[in-house]
């Protein structure tokens, strides 16, 4: 094995572990708003590292390939977005919360709206 | 205007990178489409920053704190997620912040969703209070502080 | 020796792929259906990448991009679908 190639599978390794974190996280976990945490985070670092194993296996072949790493960038700066806005959804459409929850400093603010969707 | 033109140009280099050519011809062709996008988004274009006061050493530096608290939050998870107990106490905690200008609370948004443990979650109506939800508090009071101390202030440093 | 790594991440990835399908597909609410694709969009995005190194071409790499772009348009649509029925909104 090259050098490059042993780069390559050490970031094969990382990405595909925690591609195997955040699926595991998604079925385990018990309400909507902790799956958010493992399908937003988890997710988007093992596809970083996925599609940097892919652009270090092409640079002793010449390639610079631009577009891994726009792929890269687009994914990094939305996936935050995304999980506020699943989030966000969630609790507006009246999603519960799971037994063991400590805290919920958003209760008052929907309590009027919710009560009028559940009438 | 210097802000508009700044982004054309980027828009234009993007194009060459997805054409894989590096030719004049390729990066006028993107700029001609770079004036066409920004002419057709310029309802959205209303963020106003002054580009002379942003710092690029902080701003290499937020880069880096990205970057560092991204590969916390996953060692983090990790603990959450394998634990076979599963006895963690989510819950949903609201934080004021002394940031006021919108891609200031943007950034702040996206910087907590990758910390350890926190997403964010909602604003409130007057862009002050941001709701976050954690995956673990034990304290609420600690949570508060650090995100006043390490982000906050991160974010201050490179917009003022 | 480097194919066997290959194809190893490539089965990983396709286990979790199958578990984010069967997330989807036992729900309960529509939020966790919303979850559950949103995670598959970005892990298919990483699973052309390994297939790319595998057929060791770069032709896919424009699926790759478009791929990352289309998965959070659709998560923000869904997103606003449920939240209020409407997507696009006048404010």
């Given at each position: 094995m090259t050098t490059i190639e042993i780069i390559t599978s050490l970031f094969l390794a990382v990405g595909a572990f925690f591609t195997f974190l955040s699926a595991v996280g998604v079925i385990r976990l018990r309400d909507v708003y902790s799956r958010v945490h493992a399908a937003g985070k988890s997710s988007t670092f093992g596809m970083i590292f996925l599609m940097l194993s892919t652009f270090v296996y092409f640079i002793p072949k010449g390639i610079f390939n631009i577009k891994i790493l726009l792929a890269i960038l687009f994914v990094f700066m939305t996936a935050p977005l995304g999980a506020l806005l699943i989030n966000r959804s969630a609790y507006r459409s009246g999603v519960a919360m799971e037994k063991n929850t400590v805290q919920d400093d958003l209760k008052e603010v929907y309590k009027d709206e919710l009560q009028e969707s559940s009438e | 205007m210097a802000l508009q033109i700044l982004l054309n140009i980027l828009i234009a280099v993007l194009w060459m990178f997805l054409q894989s050519s590096f030719t004049p011809a390729t990066f006028v062709f993107g700029y001609l489409i770079g004036i066409l996008i920004l002419y057709l988004m310029r309802k959205f274009l209303i963020v106003k920053f002054d580009l002379r006061k942003v710092r690029i050493w902080a701003l290499v530096k937020l880069f880096f704190l990205f970057v560092v608290e991204l590969a916390k939050a996953n060692i983090d998870m990790v603990k959450v997620v394998l634990n076979?107990?599963?006895?963690h106490q989510p819950g949903i905690v609201a934080v004021r912040t002394k940031l006021n200008t919108e891609v200031e609370i943007t950034l702040l948004a996206a910087l907590i969703s990758l910390t350890p443990g926190t997403v964010s979650m909602d604003f409130s109506p007057d862009n002050k209070t941001i709701y976050i939800h954690a995956i673990?508090?034990?304290d609420k009071e600690e949570m508060r502080k650090d995100i006043h101390n390490s982000f906050e202030r991160a974010i201050l440093e490179v917009m003022r | 020796m480097f194919t066997i790594i290959v194809y190893t991440a490539l089965v990983v990835i396709v286990i979790s792929l199958l578990i984010f399908l069967i997330r989807i597909f036992i729900g309960p609410t529509v939020s966790d259906r919303i979850v559950g694709l949103d995670a598959l969009g970005v892990t298919l995005v990483g699973f052309i990448g390994v297939i790319m190194i595998l057929q060791d071409t770069i032709a896919y790499s424009d699926v790759a991009l478009v791929l990352s772009i289309l998965s959070f348009v659709g998560t923000v649509a869904m997103s606003k679908f449920i939240e209020r029925g409407v997507v696009f909104d006048d404010d």
């Amino acid at each position: 094995m090259t050098t490059i190639e042993i780069i390559t599978s050490l970031f094969l390794a990382v990405g595909a572990f925690f591609t195997f974190l955040s699926a595991v996280g998604v079925i385990r976990l018990r309400d909507v708003y902790s799956r958010v945490h493992a399908a937003g985070k988890s997710s988007t670092f093992g596809m970083i590292f996925l599609m940097l194993s892919t652009f270090v296996y092409f640079i002793p072949k010449g390639i610079f390939n631009i577009k891994i790493l726009l792929a890269i960038l687009f994914v990094f700066m939305t996936a935050p977005l995304g999980a506020l806005l699943i989030n966000r959804s969630a609790y507006r459409s009246g999603v519960a919360m799971e037994k063991n929850t400590v805290q919920d400093d958003l209760k008052e603010v929907y309590k009027d709206e919710l009560q009028e969707s559940s009438e | 205007m210097a802000l508009q033109i700044l982004l054309n140009i980027l828009i234009a280099v993007l194009w060459m990178f997805l054409q894989s050519s590096f030719t004049p011809a390729t990066f006028v062709f993107g700029y001609l489409i770079g004036i066409l996008i920004l002419y057709l988004m310029r309802k959205f274009l209303i963020v106003k920053f002054d580009l002379r006061k942003v710092r690029i050493w902080a701003l290499v530096k937020l880069f880096f704190l990205f970057v560092v608290e991204l590969a916390k939050a996953n060692i983090d998870m990790v603990k959450v997620v394998l634990n076979p107990r599963m006895d963690h106490q989510p819950g949903i905690v609201a934080v004021r912040t002394k940031l006021n200008t919108e891609v200031e609370i943007t950034l702040l948004a996206a910087l907590i969703s990758l910390t350890p443990g926190t997403v964010s979650m909602d604003f409130s109506p007057d862009n002050k209070t941001i709701y976050i939800h954690a995956i673990d508090v034990p304290d609420k009071e600690e949570m508060r502080k650090d995100i006043h101390n390490s982000f906050e202030r991160a974010i201050l440093e490179v917009m003022r | 020796m480097f194919t066997i790594i290959v194809y190893t991440a490539l089965v990983v990835i396709v286990i979790s792929l199958l578990i984010f399908l069967i997330r989807i597909f036992i729900g309960p609410t529509v939020s966790d259906r919303i979850v559950g694709l949103d995670a598959l969009g970005v892990t298919l995005v990483g699973f052309i990448g390994v297939i790319m190194i595998l057929q060791d071409t770069i032709a896919y790499s424009d699926v790759a991009l478009v791929l990352s772009i289309l998965s959070f348009v659709g998560t923000v649509a869904m997103s606003k679908f449920i939240e209020r029925g409407v997507v696009f909104d006048d404010d």
